[in-house]
Nanobody
Framework: VQLQASGGGSVQAGGSLKLSCAASGIIWSTFVSSRMAWYRQAPGKQRELLAELTSGGSTNYQDSVKGRFTISKNNAKKTVYLQMNSLEPEDTAVYYC?????????WGQGTLVTVSS
């Protein structure tokens, strides 16, 4: 399984970005039944969980992004998204997608988001 993340870039505070994470090498039924998540890691900090989407469709968000970020997926495209609005300089980090199947975790390569004030 490979996860290809894209959509990162530089934006001013208050702006928006939409990250995508396309999965390949995974069968459709496994993708549908997997837990999806987005993490980020800022310089000098540990990787932190931002948002998760369960196979049942439930979502959970870290308090700092609640109301600003939205996780979603397109099963037909086997792609996970993270819509990020009202971005703040504190959101600057490398963002990673994660797919958790019944047997293991898979990680994307990371995409850099830089928010300037």
């Amino acid at each position: 399984v490979q996860l290809q993340a894209s959509g990162g870039g530089s934006v001013q505070a208050g702006g928006s970005l939409k990250l995508s994470c396309a999965a390949s090498g995974i069968i459709w039924s496994t993708f549908v039944s997997s837990r999806m998540a987005w993490y980020r890691q800022a310089p000098g900090k540990q990787r932190e969980l931002l948002a998760e989407l369960t196979s049942g469709g439930s979502t959970n968000y870290q308090d700092s992004v609640k109301g600003r970020f939205t996780i979603s997926k397109n099963n037909a495209k086997k792609t996970v998204y993270l819509q990020m609005n009202s971005l703040e300089p504190e959101d600057t980090a490398v963002y990673y997608c994660n797919v958790n199947t019944a047997s293991r975790d898979y990680w994307g390569q990371g995409t850099l988001v830089t928010v300037s004030s």
